[in-house]
């Protein structure tokens, strides 16, 4: 299975190759997409984390916010699924190994923990 695989297969592939890393030699022979783009955010998404079942997908971005999203739809998780607390970029999005914490870190200095339903 590609360790790769996820909606920002592409970006990751192309990112590996800039630091002079081969995906293909980790286990990605193809770097394909699974998914259409995930679009929502208005400024660079510095991280992404995947939920355990591997069907959602948290990212923190420049605009400060953390965002929801289904892996395959690559739509944001309904009821909307957006924290704005942050006042800096969002730079580090890690989740609780049963998906229902989610802990971001931003250039503002904080660590946050927000207050959302996983679905």
């Not at 790769?4 to 770097?31: E, N, Q």
């Not at 009821?79 to 969002?90: A, I, K, N, S, Y």
Request: proline share 7%; net charge positive; charged share 20%.
């Amino acid at each position: 299975m590609c360790i790769l695989r996820s909606v920002f297969t592409k970006w990751k592939a192309d990112h590996l190759g800039l630091m002079g890393l081969d995906p293909s030699s980790m286990g990605c022979k193809s770097c394909q997409p699974i998914g259409l783009p995930a679009k929502g955010h208005t400024g660079t998404v510095f991280s992404v984390a995947f939920s355990p079942n591997g069907k959602q997908v948290t990212s923190g971005s420049a605009d400060k916010t953390l965002r929801r999203w289904n892996v395959e739809s690559a739509q944001q998780i309904r009821p909307l699924q957006l924290f704005e607390g942050h006042t800096d970029r969002v730079t580090s999005v890690a989740l609780s190994p049963n998906s229902k914490i989610v802990v971001s870190a931003s250039l503002d200095d904080t660590v946050r923990i927000p207050r959302w339903n996983p679905v």
